[in-house]
């Protein structure tokens, strides 16, 4: 059983940064591609980045030069360094872990709100 536990959510102003954060539990973390995810109220979750196990690194298009995805296999953690916040990035934002077999595993979400 994989646990996911994000942090680093907040209030921030348009054009401010946030970097969240995921740390997971269990010893496979290096052998599984990592994303972020996002819902805003009333619609679907979606994509926002995605690192595979070789760290390649794949993003939406509406935060592609903005937003950043990482990971430390050592720390076990992924990371998002988002930059340049637009109030539509305002989002309920989710961790998520898949191993090759395809078994996904969810964290329990970070609020993020942009608004001045």
């Known amino acids: 059983q994989v646990q996911l536990v994000e942090s680093g959510g907040g209030l921030v102003q348009p054009g401010g940064s946030l970097r969240l954060s995921c740390a997971a539990s269990?010893?496979?973390?290096?052998?599984?591609?990592m994303s972020w995810y996002r819902q805003a109220p009333g619609k679907q979750r979606d994509m926002v980045a995605t690192?595979?196990?070789?760290?390649?690194?794949n993003y939406a298009d509406s935060v592609k030069g903005r937003f950043t995805i990482s990971r430390d296999n050592a720390k076990n953690t992924v990371y998002l360094q988002m930059n340049s916040l637009k109030p539509e990035d305002t989002a309920v934002y989710y961790c998520?872990?898949?191993?090759?077999?395809?078994?996904?595993?969810w964290g329990q979400g970070t609020q993020v709100t942009v608004s001045s």
């Open positions: 269990g010893s496979r973390f290096s052998l599984a591609a």
């Open positions: 690192i595979t196990t070789g760290g390649s690194e």
């Open positions: 998520n872990l898949r191993f090759y077999t395809g078994r996904t595993y």
